[in-house]
């Protein structure tokens, strides 16, 4: 197994674990609602979202870097893997939200932006860096770690029940 799948499951398994803690930091209330932090003044984002967002760039640039002959590219891939299977496991996993909410209407922070074929746009925005990043690099590689993300989020979505159950039952 090459250096970029090894590190594209750890980057999805450090997504999802991250989703699952916010998870149990948030509960039912997204965004932060319900947490004793402020709004940043940069858009929508509170200042514990800027922390958070500052110490995951900071730790997937780091350990990308690690990786042998490893560029700019490759770490800009894989903080937007991160971002977006990070965001779309939050709504998945979480009981209060789910797939079947996964819509404009059950998520007001994200409603105040386009949805295409029931994904906020800045699904698609990240999506589309990605895919500008596989044309600019022509790396197979990375191509491969993009088809591992895929595998690994449709395996999150059919655990996601189960885990909504052990969730409900714990809490």
Not at 47 to 76: A, C, G, P
């Amino acid at each position: 197994m090459n250096n970029l799948i090894i590190h594209t499951i750890f980057i999805v398994i450090f997504a999802v674990l991250y989703s699952i803690l916010e998870i149990e930091i948030e509960g039912k209330s997204g965004w932060a609602e319900n947490l004793p932090t402020q709004y940043s003044g940069i858009g929508r984002l509170k200042y514990y979202h800027v922390i958070m967002n500052i110490i995951i760039i900071l730790v997937i640039t780091y350990s990308t870097l690690l990786i042998k002959d490893t560029n700019l590219w490759i770490v800009l891939f894989y903080i937007i893997i991160y971002f977006l299977v990070e965001d779309f496991s939050w709504f998945v996993l979480n009981p209060y939200y789910t797939l079947d909410k996964y819509s404009r209407e059950n998520i007001w922070w994200h409603s105040d932006q386009e949805w295409i074929l029931k994904n906020p746009m800045h699904n698609w925005i990240g999506i589309v860096f990605l895919l500008l990043i596989l044309i600019i690099t022509q790396d197979i590689k990375l191509l491969n770690s993009l088809i591992v993300t895929i595998i690994m989020v449709l395996i999150v979505i059919l655990i996601s029940e189960e885990y909504h159950r052990w969730y409900i039952k714990r809490h």
